[in-house]
């Protein structure tokens, strides 16, 4: 089953709990695809927030990481933490 939206931008949630974003959504804030987003709770609101790609953010945390602290560690952290809050979910 595919899950679909209408006009009024309701999307319909499968029994696999899949859902399509649409696609004017995805355009406007920039989710590729295939592509990830991740779901949070933000003052009892659902948020989706697009996740970009290495590709996407190559050069773009150099400068905000802290002296001798490897890019590729940070991200290889920040991967590991959303394995484990994905499990959590599970």
Known sequence: MVAD????GFVRVTSKGQ???PAHL??????STPGRVRFTEEDGKLVVKPIRSPDEMRGSLKDDLPEGVS???ELRRERRRELEEEEGAR
């Open 71 to 73: 890019l590729v560690d």
């Open 19 to 21: 859902a399509t974003i």
């Open 26 to 31: 995805r355009r406007q804030f920039g989710i």
């Open 5 to 8: 939206s209408d006009d009024e």
